[in-house]
């Protein structure tokens, strides 16, 4: 669960370098391999969200021991959360040339994208400001979702219908 932690940490400085420099850099200079790492983290953090609605493994005998209810029971296909990770991850999939100009359609994409991460990270905190522990994690997933879906209720985004969210902005097809 760290991993999710260090992700929407981590996605927080990417976007902030993205809007600074005006492009999303893909090879191995001072900002990384931005593309890359945005894609790896909705990866990571969508894997780990699907596993803890399933189950939560008990740390001593690492076996599924119980569902994680706090997630699983409030939280159903409504979920919006893991389609919007999805759609995050698709706009930097596959971004294989060394640089891409960041257009206002995409600049303004990354934008909500950013506000979207910001709302995350007040919930996660940083590695100083906050500890949390493990029986913390399901509260916390339950929280992210809740506050993915406080975002498109307050922007008046329908998840399903708006263009910022329908689909993946992908500089790589533009």
């Not at 399901?138 to 979702?145: A, K």
């Amino acid at each position: 669960m760290i991993d999710t932690k260090s992700a929407i940490i981590d996605n927080d400085i990417l976007f902030d370098q993205i809007l600074k420099n005006e492009k999303i850099t893909n090879e191995m200079v001072e900002d990384g391999e931005q593309a890359s790492q945005l894609y790896y983290n909705f990866t990571n953090m969508t894997q780990i969200i699907d596993k803890y609605n399933l189950m939560n493994f008990s740390e001593e005998a690492n076996w599924l021991v119980k569902p994680a209810s706090l997630f699983t029971n409030v939280l159903g296909q409504d979920d919006v959360m893991p389609p919007t990770l999805h759609r995050m991850r698709m706009t930097f999939e596959r971004l294989d040339i060394t640089s891409y100009p960041v257009t206002p359609e995409l600049k303004a994409r990354i934008e909500e994208y950013q506000q979207l991460n910001h709302r995350w990270l007040n919930i996660v905190g940083d590695f100083e400001s906050k500890e949390t522990n493990e029986k913390d994690w399901p509260q916390i997933l339950n929280d992210l979702e809740q506050e993915t879906q406080a975002y498109f209720s307050e922007k008046k985004f329908d998840f399903v219908d708006d263009d910022v969210w329908r689909d993946a902005l992908n500089p790589r097809y533009e």
